[in-house]
RNA sequence: CGGGGUAUAGCACAGCUUGGUAGUGCGUCUGCUUUGGGAGCAGAAGGUCGCAGGUUCGAAUCCUGCUACCCCGACCA
């Protein structure tokens, strides 16, 4: 390719709205350009990155078993409303009419579709197991799209949708598709690692997601510091530890006016936030309201909280209208005593002695509090995020918390959507079943910035050789005054080229300095500068684009193919 | 959805407080010189100042409404 015929736009400064590195360096590369909020158009650089990136899940799903298929992005709501969807997906599901009045989404995930597909075509356990798989545009209406196409409301996913005869046969496709996606993410060439996940909107059982390790990452995980294992701080779970102490403190009220949150009631009583207790009041499984207790210094985790069968899905905060009548005051006063709703305490919560909580009273707090002796024995559940130096529930060393990129995950749905869109087949003893599923997706535009957040220096983009736009760059030096440099240079592409190597030839006439630093900011991995000094000694020089210093190799192409093997 | 902010040339920004006919840097174009890490000089093009109203002799500037975008939060006991 040369590049005076190629469309590239590159920048030296950075539109003012981008804030993370990836989402800088994709603009100033010219790989992307914003449209609209979480809308990209992919231009000629970033969409070769993506297509290599497609090309290798491509690749590695075929040789896993799996078939391609492309869905429509649009869906008729009926599809939805009968998976029950329609109604469980929030906001995120962007929902429209067409001309005719009639109920439309913007698919954000394909479940209904494939699995009416499914209903339709499969009729005998023998055309079992299937795994349907494409690369499509998404669309989710996030609440706050951010950081480019990191969290994009548009976005490219690869999605994969398995049907079992039985729960052994899902189990083996859903290790088959972790050694896929593991096989995926090390010949991209970024660092990952996979953790346990929650199932969130889609539903089911197990899961586990595929995490680049990256600052930048919205996502907290929880990683032993001795074992193999690592969760989503969503899905990490917090044990019971330790045992409650002897109460050795009297109750007492204490005076806290207008302190109402934990930190403030902790730095006025000159107490540690570990020996207060919050409560938070969420609406309960039965209609009513339902008290949780933790330690002042935990956070509540909501997908816990959700699961637990006590507490109404999706959790929903009481508003203070509701505390004030069932407290008698203001939210910031409340606590377990004289409670006059079920109480249910986080471990940690459980077994402090001597607390400090609200008195159920405005502007007043208790010193001195424990359970058992001045409230009900509560009932515990696991309701808290893991914090670093927690035991790690595996029981093998503590808790570190770092952050991740969500770039996969996989799940075992089970039967939830066969079972909802009444998917019947003919098993081996003549009788109808349902089969059991598993989906599998990979966020392709995701996949792209992960690697930048992973693999940047400060001159730009170092790319992996398995998805660089282009895998070496020929930059001739005085091309349009040396007549020895301009052959060199174009023989050396065609020959490359020729070899079926991606090259580009850098043909633009820039001084040196601009095209080093556009070679370097695009993120080649391999460079090859061709000038009159070097010619007359017979030689290139090479550099790769993380060495720090170039190198004189032999001016052929033989010589620069063994570099680029090495 | 709540809070905050921004909207002026392709990009980054100044000008707005105190109303008076729109500017800087980068980029782009032309010419000459230059050519091993984003060149120098000279010249040039490019703006309905987000949109709609209002105030005023006069509005980028003041007022009202709208729209778009960005940031923070959505755990608060």
Redesign the pocket.
Known sequence: MRLSRFALV????????A?VVSHKLML?AGMIR?L???LYSWLPIGLRVLYRVEAIIREEMDRAGANEIRMPGVIPAELWQESGRWQKYGPELLRFKDRHDRDFVLGPTHEEVVTDLIRRDIRSYKQLPVNLYQIQTKFRDE?????GVMRGREFIMKDAYSFHVTQEDLDREYLNMRDTYTRIFTRIGVEFRIVRADTGAIGGKRSEEFQVLAAAGEDLLAVSDTSDYAANIEAAACLPHGTRPAATAALQAVSTPGH????D?ATFLKLPMQKLL?????HAADGGLIALALR?DH????VKAEKHPRIASPLV??T?AE?RAAFGCQ????GPVGCKIPVLADHAAAVLADFTC?ANQDDAHLSGTNWGRDTAEPETADL??AVAGDPSPDGQGMLTLTRGIEVGQIFENGPIYTAALGVKVLGEDGQEFTPTAGCYGIGVTRVVAAVIEQRNDD??ILWPDAIAPFRVIICP??M??NADVKAAAEALHDELQQAGVDVALDDR??????M??????IGIPH?I??????LKNAQF?Y?RRDAAE?EMIAATTAAVLEKLRA
């Open positions: 590159t920048t030296k400064e950075t539109p003012a709205d804030e100033r914003k609209g909020a979480g609440i706050r799209p951010r950081f109402k949150t934990c930190a009631v919050k409560l938070l009041v969420v002042a956070e509540l985790n909501e905060m009481a203070d505390i939210p910031g006063f409340l609200g808290r995020n001159r730009g030096i005085g349009d005054k006439g820039l001084r040196p300095g601009a080093f630093a556009d070679a370097d900011l460079r500068v061709i000038g009159d000094r070097g020089e550099k170039p």
